[in-house]
């Protein structure tokens, strides 16, 4: 009788094994690849719920974006909501202060029961600083105040006076009229017409001078150099009351020393 050797015996075991392996994945792989196939091919409900990051406080009315599907949905107040989806589809998260997020929908998550959390970071916006003026700029304002349209006078004026008064002479300097008479009260009128438009001129001509200055000595420089401010700061800068010729002849650095002479002697008076 004829005995089979113990390493033919062990091949044997081993391709049959082999073998047996091989159907099993064989067999094996056209389910999971069903399996996925049906997943892909049919939708599901996604839940989560959206977080800051820093606090874990509920982000609410976040915009949530199915790219993949083009439908969207729209977070409640406690930061949940809810989304058709199936495996593959790509979701983009926005809110206001806060950077955009995405998330990738996987088999994973869509077989999952749970209510996952979406945290997003918060940011913060740098925006530069706005000045509101109620009555414009100043070149608006100086345009609205030359093309006013001011009613016709009833009385006829000498062109002589007209002059004079675009001059800013005062009216009532040059005439003299008897008291309380209508011509009396139109000079009047005209008179406050002239004096205000040498104030007007005056006030161009400080604005010209200030421009002029204003890279070496202003309010902002003054409150540097001494630390005062609010009434305290104009209340010295009137105290210092500098010659204009000084201002516009004199450098930054003479000026920085004037003003620092000048404080000395400010805060030498004694107080009231």
């Not at 719920?49 to 982000?59: A, C, K």
């Not at 983009?92 to 990738?104: M, N, P, R, V």
């Not at 305290?232 to 201002?247: I, N, P, Q, V």
Request: net charge neutral; with cysteine; aromatic share 12%.
């Amino acid at each position: 009788m004829a005995i089979s050797s113990p390493g033919l015996h062990f091949s044997r075991v081993r391709f049959i094994a082999g073998f047996m392996l091989l159907m099993l994945v064989i067999a094996e792989r056209p389910v999971h690849t069903q399996v996925y196939e049906s997943l892909k091919d049919t939708t599901a409900y996604f839940k989560a719920r959206i977080l800051d990051s820093l606090t874990r406080e509920p982000v609410a009315f976040a915009h949530i974006i199915n790219t993949s599907r083009r439908t969207a949905t729209i977070s409640d107040t406690l930061g949940y909501f809810f989304i058709r989806t199936s495996p593959g589809d790509q979701l983009q998260l926005t809110a206001i202060g806060f950077a955009a997020g995405k998330l990738s929908i996987g088999y994973s998550i869509l077989r999952s029961q749970l209510i996952h959390d979406i945290l997003l970071r918060p940011i913060i916006y740098s925006i530069e600083a706005v000045r509101v003026n109620p009555l414009g700029s100043y070149e608006q304002f100086r345009k609205r105040f030359v093309t006013l349209d001011l009613p016709e006078s009833e009385y006829q004026i000498h062109p002589s006076v007209l002059e004079k008064i675009n001059q800013g002479t005062d009216t009532m300097d040059m005439l003299i009229v008897p008291p309380m008479s209508p011509v009396t009260a139109l000079y009047n009128l005209l008179s406050k017409e002239g004096k205000s438009k040498r104030k007007l001129r005056k006030l161009l001509e400080q604005e010209a001078f200030e421009k002029q200055i204003d890279f070496k000595y202003s309010p902002d420089i003054v409150s540097h150099i001494t630390g005062y401010t609010g009434f305290d700061l104009y209340e010295f800068m009137e105290f210092c009351s500098f010659k204009k010729d000084f201002l516009l002849d004199a450098t930054y650095y003479e000026i920085t020393r004037a003003i620092l002479g000048k404080q000395q002697e400010f805060e030498a008076i004694p107080e009231k």
